[in-house]
């Protein structure tokens, strides 16, 4: 998951570790990036001069609450107190996919949503009712040797974690690279409406892509260059490692830079060491590369350098149209054991059935998986507790259920509750549940994502990652301003936040999406005051054993921001609104085919 939006939007940008899941996302993602570079066209929406205006008149001291509003959010908060306290315990080992710390996650949601009156969701393989929704998965512990760069009169191994990091979605015991040829390939992107092809010419069979991370708009700062400095899908790593198969490639390898990618080196050898998981395949994947790796920037300029090239010039050659890939005369070899374990994880599906209208539904999402425990960490606690990230947003579901359980009539829409397992692998449980909806996309009026939620209690400013996309944002932001709250962008959309949690499996397939959080506008204490909390969580805790729960913590924040999401989520559930994207969205044509599947 990203580094939590209190954090993210003033953090240094050298301490940001915002990344998602660094595990690789699903190889249909691709068919949507020829698509990224046609942002959509925001008239309707709110323009940022707006908001900074609407920022400068919020001058409230504290939320705007009445005394039932009041009640509810502190009612919410102590909801997430004593949820969080239970998913981030050392008890439960991290909550990893397919492990001890799994089964003790999805069945005590599966209690608890149970306790609150909620049915199950999904059904089982006999077609009964079920709380689970099993997720085919392969766990592999991959052991790799260092990876050897041969060259004239040049030879290097670079040693995994702290130089690399390699692996592989081959779902076999061995996969490797054996002196194949590396060649310089740019962003590693093919996109003819951008008039733009890094492998033309290239024939790629046994060679081992060398790819820049990000893509040419953000080099460039051109905004008519791709997205500009906004990422697109392109730019993220998944979409190189997926081209670089498609170009029929051996092996690809990301040079890593902290500012491209928005997150540092030791959020990469910490994301990719330990077991990964991926879905299960029935080609177990063969159509990918035999080893997917980065490199850190400086192993890089010592590759180049090798070759008798300057990593800084070939760069700037790589932002300008007309690149043409290069050779650079040295070969790769690396290793990789992979210990292959096939099993089931599990979605946790809980729902309250529409009074008028069950077959429709607005869903929430949220993802239960952490790191689990990793003896590669540095010092005695090697339990990545994920008390953030994301138990945070998980136990958000729960306490959003116990509110709508006490409505007196159940909305005319039906409310489905989905903690997806898998995100931090490459939103797999999302894409499970994507391509095996328990309600029909077509009828599926709108999501809600949570992930990584505020702890540092309310702020004025709610943050919407992907700011101008949906028509949903016109609802959030009507009531945020009862809440005497204001929308804002992201500040940094060149590193494609919006491609990294669970929302985004949902949103490609059309349906409206929306991924929120708290910013940075403390009613209390002002904007230094979460900017050095934000270097301070940064430094001590994201993706590392130090993210666990404090009972100290104030959740009013995330109280505030789950009752937006019952607002939003009760009004469309007790409507005939069918939300769409913003015209020249790239989603916009999957809603409207879906919609015509309604009438």
Known sequence: MQLPQHWRRLALPLALAGLAAIGGCAKKEAETASAQSDMPTVSEAQQPAD???????????????????????????????????????????????????????????????????????????????????????????????????????????????????????????ESKLQDSPLVFVGYGIVAPENDWNDYAGLDMKGKTAVILVNDPGYATQDKNLFNGNAMTYYGRWSYKFEEAARQGAEGAIIIHE??????????????????????????????????????????????????????????????????????????????LKSKVRTSNSRNVVAKLPGSKYPDEAVIYTAHWDHLGVNNHADGGDHIFNGAVDNATGTAGLLAMAQQVS???????????????????????????YAENPVVPLEKTVAGINFDAMGVLGPMRDVIVVGYGNSELEKLLETAASKQGRYLAPEDHPERGYFYRSDHFSLAKKGVPMLYFDSGTDSFEHGRDWAQKKGEEYTAHAYHKPGDEYDPQWNLEGAALDLALGLDLGLELANSRDWPNWYSGNEFRAARDESAETRK
């Open 258 to 335: 902290t500012g491209a990618a928005g997150y540092p080196w030791e959020v990469v050898s910490g994301s990719w060491s330990g077991a990964q998981i991926s879905l299960a395949a029935d080609n177990k994947n063969a159509d990918r590369v035999a080893v997917e790796a980065w490199m850190t920037g400086d192993a890089a300029k010592e590759l180049f350098s090798a070759a008798g090239l300057d990593l800084a010039q070939e760069m700037d050659a790589a932002k300008q149209r007309g690149f043409k890939p290069k050779a650079l005369d040295l070969s790769a070899s690396v290793d």
């Open 51 to 173: 908001i900074a205006a609407t920022a400068e008149t919020a001058t409230t001291s504290q939320p705007t609450l009445s005394a039932e509003e009041q009640a509810e959010v502190a009612e919410l908060a102590k909801d997430l107190h004593k949820h969080i306290a239970v998913l981030a315990s050392d008890k439960f080992e991290g909550r990893a996919p397919a492990t001890k710390g799994e089964e003790l996650t999805v069945n005590y949601l599966a209690d608890e949503f149970k306790k609150l009156g909620l049915e199950p969701g999904t059904k089982d393989a006999e077609g009964n009712p079920s709380w689970f929704q099993q997720v085919p998965v392969v766990e592999m512990n991959i052991e790799s040797t260092p990876l050897l760069i041969k060259g004239k009169d040049f030879e290097k191994s670079l040693q995994p974690l702290s130089e690399m990091v390699t692996f592989t979605q081959r779902q076999v015991p």
């Open 406 to 432: 006490k409505l007196p009539q159940a909305p005319e829409r039906s409310l489905v509750f989905v903690a997806v397992t898998a995100e931090e692998s490459g939103l797999l449980g999302s894409k499970y």
